[in-house]
């Protein structure tokens, strides 16, 4: 059993940064994939980044490459989403998420999710 309460949500301007983390319980956050997803209002929940157990390989959606960096402290059993050049279309509800699987970008693959933090960006 993994809980993962994610924090570091809020409203920035467009252009603007922020970082997000998700704190895991338990001792086997070291065997776990973790994956970073978003929502929007009014549409379906959408892969951002994930990494690999050991933070050896990472996945981003096509639109974040290059703005988000997706990392991981085994020691701490937190993960971090590291957002630059935000602008508006980021905007949505961010969940963190555990998978026992390599780096999945499907939801369906991950077992284990966060309530998610808010994050807005305006124009």
């Known amino acids: 059993q993994v809980q993962l309460v994610e924090s570091g949500g809020g409203l920035v301007q467009a252009g603007g940064s922020l970082r997000l983390s998700c704190a895991a319980s338990?001792?086997?956050?070291?065997?776990?994939?973790m994956g970073w997803f978003r929502q929007a209002p009014g549409k379906e929940r959408e892969f951002v980044a994930a990494i690999s157990w050991s933070g050896g390989s990472t996945s981003y959606r096509n639109s974040v490459k290059g703005r988000f960096t997706i990392s991981r402290d085994n020691a701490k059993n937190t993960v971090y989403l590291q957002m630059n050049s935000l602008n508006p279309e980021d905007t949505g509800v961010y969940y963190c998420?555990?998978?026992?699987?390599?780096?999945?970008?499907?939801?369906?693959?991950?077992?284990?999710w966060g309530q998610g933090t808010q994050v807005t960006v305006s124009s």
């Open positions: 998420a555990a998978t026992g699987d390599l780096i999945p970008t499907a939801a369906v693959a991950y077992k284990y």
């Open positions: 338990g001792r086997t956050f070291s065997s776990y994939g």
